[in-house]
């Protein structure tokens, strides 16, 4: 079947044709969803030349890889996608793309009042700033938009609220991790009490402490907080949690050993805290979209 995805011409806001070789063998259309279109497919070639979409634009790499040219900064340059690899797009963005061999993908398009409706925003819509992003690498995105095929594999099992809640996780997510909306919220919060200085210190803490358990309330009782005072000035100074900023230092660490090969996957498991390989291997995959292994083969 035709691909529905509408693509618009920059300069002139026709309908351009450059979809029409895309061939979809899975789609939403027939369950109804408003403003979401979810399709599986495949397309010989693609020459998108200065189009946009109304919709926030998740693209995930499917089957093989994938050696292909996007303009960036104005010039052509050579980029290379391997499955689980996803492109976002924001609506009203252009691009062009210049794909001469086949590639296969799920295409999930949201159009931009219902993706930004179901995110809990604390900062005004129109402050908010998305960017092109080509080859994200990202476990969680990934498995949203695979969690949404699946609703469409199952020809809506989950029914409205089920396709509600997922369009929320997605929303609050991807706002999250790929605007400016943590920068727009904590330029609306009081300054933290944590000093920088006592920041470093319980920074360093947890840098020589990775491969032990670190508790809030050991972090909390270094600087003579409460737990609950140090939770929430600790996010105004960093803007993750406690727990979300030390598994960010790990997984950090975890491609630092990962990068000399005398370090085996399960020598780092335990250096770096985790009392299972196969649970630090989930981990590092959910952050980082690919195993330990398949990072250190890439290397």
């Known amino acids: 079947m035709k691909s529905r ?35 599986k497919g495949e397309s010989p070639h693609f020459f998108p030349q200065n189009v946009y979409t109304p919709y926030f634009y998740f693209a995930l790499a499917l089957e093989a890889d994938l050696q292909w040219k996007a303009s960036m900064d104005g010039q052509m340059q050579p980029l290379k996608t391997v ?58 995105l990934k498995n949203m938009v695979e969690l949404f095929y699946h609703e469409v594999e199952s020809n809506g099992k989950g029914g409205k609220d ?13 706002v999250n991790n790929y605007s400016n909306a943590v920068n727009l919220q904590n330029s609306t919060l009081n300054t933290s009490k944590i000093s920088p200085l006592e920041f470093e210190k319980v920074d ?13 309330d050991k972090l909390a009782e270094m600087l003579n907080y409460s737990k609950y005072y140090f939770l929430r000035e600790f996010k105004k100074f960093s803007g993750n949690t406690p727990l979300q900023y030390i598994l960010e230092k790990k997984m950090r660490r975890a491609k630092e050993l990962l990068s000399e090969p005398s370090n085996t ?31 250190r083969k890439d290397l």
């Open 5 to 39: 995805l509408k693509f618009l011409e920059f300069d002139t806001n026709q309908v351009s044709d450059c979809g029409d070789v895309l061939v979809i063998d899975k789609s939403s259309e027939k369950l109804g969803w408003q403003g979401i279109i979810l399709e």
């Open 83 to 140: 499955p689980g690899d996803i492109w976002i797009n924001p609506p009203g963005n252009p691009f062009t793309h210049h794909i001469s061999e086949p590639c296969f993908f799920i295409i999930l398009a949201i159009e931009e009042d219902v993706l930004l409706q179901a995110a809990n925003l604390l900062s005004r819509k129109k402050d908010l700033k998305f960017l092109n992003n080509y080859n994200v690498r990202d476990g969680g």
């Open 162 to 174: 089920h396709l509600q809640s997922l369009i929320s996780l997605l929303a609050n997510y991807y």
């Open 204 to 216: 360093q803490f947890i840098e020589d402490n990775l491969d032990q358990p670190i508790t809030i």
């Open 265 to 295: 996957i399960a020598s780092i498991t335990f250096d770096l805290g985790f009392n299972d390989q196969s649970y630090f291997t989930n981990v590092f995959k959910s952050h980082f979209g690919i195993t330990p292994g398949q990072y």
